[in-house]
């Protein structure tokens, strides 16, 4: 089983909706989870971490964390055709030296 | 200027031949890793470095060989090259003000016949 799962997609949604990403995970010793976006030939980009359970916000972007169900989720709220990419979670423990990624969702926001 | 390049951006390369992937970084940050990322399976971590005297291996470091040879420089070996190597490979930093924040280069695409 891999430390970390995710839905690969893909996932099409027009524009405007809301987009729900999610990913699972095993060790419970995961302290920081991470969402990057990758864009097509590109390397992936920080969106917004995460520490412990909770939520946080950045704009269009809010992340949460259940630590009781090892599920995180990435909320889009009105999603734009330039949010098409794909998003990687990735999370560590508290040290923060090794990185844990899942495989990306692949999302297209239709115009 | 990227703060962050990889050189090259792409390579064919044949069974058993030694390559080179290098990674410069301009942002003054200790720590440097490299990933390898393949359809399906995500990114996986190669090796890691939190400076020059330090390294280690990561998840799938077997027939892979790093040197560190400057704060800022990293380069990746592959000393015999095998077709299931072929793979999309970053390189990406962190400081030690936010080790969580990874910065990643562009990519090397690498393709072994």
């Known amino acids: 089983q891999k430390e970390v799962e995710q839905d690969p997609g893909p996932l099409s949604v027009p524009e405007g909706a809301i987009v729900s990403l999610n990913c699972t995970y095993s060790?419970?010793?995961?302290?920081?989870f991470m969402w990057y976006r990758q864009y097509s030939r590109k390397g992936p980009e920080l969106l917004m971490y995460?520490?412990?359970?909770g939520n946080k916000e950045d704009g269009r972007f809010t992340a949460q964390v259940d630590k009781s169900s090892k599920y995180i989720s990435l909320f889009i709220r009105d999603s734009q055709p330039s949010d098409s990419a794909t998003y990687l979670c990735?999370?560590?423990?508290?040290?923060?030296?090794?990185?844990?990624f899942g495989t990306g969702t692949s999302l297209t926001v239709i115009p | 200027d990227a703060d962050v390049t990889q050189t090259p951006r792409n390579r064919i390369t044949k069974t058993g031949k030694r390559i080179m992937l290098e990674c410069s970084q301009t942002?003054?940050?200790?720590?440097m890793y490299w990933y390898r990322q393949d359809p399906g399976l995500g990114l996986q971590l190669i090796y890691y470095?939190?400076?020059?005297?330090?390294?280690n291996k990561g998840e799938i470091s077997d027939g892979y060989s790093v040197s560190r040879q400057a704060q800022a420089k990293f380069s990746l070996s592959l000393e015999s090259a095998i077709p299931n190597q072929t793979a999309l490979y970053f390189c990406?930093?962190?400081?030690?003000?936010?080790?969580?924040?990874?910065?990643f280069g562009p990519g090397t695409r690498l393709t072994v016949l």
């Open positions: 060790n419970s010793a995961f302290q920081y």
């Open positions: 942002k003054g940050h200790d720590r």
């Open positions: 995460t520490y412990s359970s």
């Open positions: 990406a930093t962190s400081g030690l003000e936010d080790v969580h924040e990874q910065f």
């Open positions: 990735a999370m560590s423990e508290d040290t923060g030296n090794q990185f844990y």
């Open positions: 470095s939190f400076d020059v005297k330090d390294i």
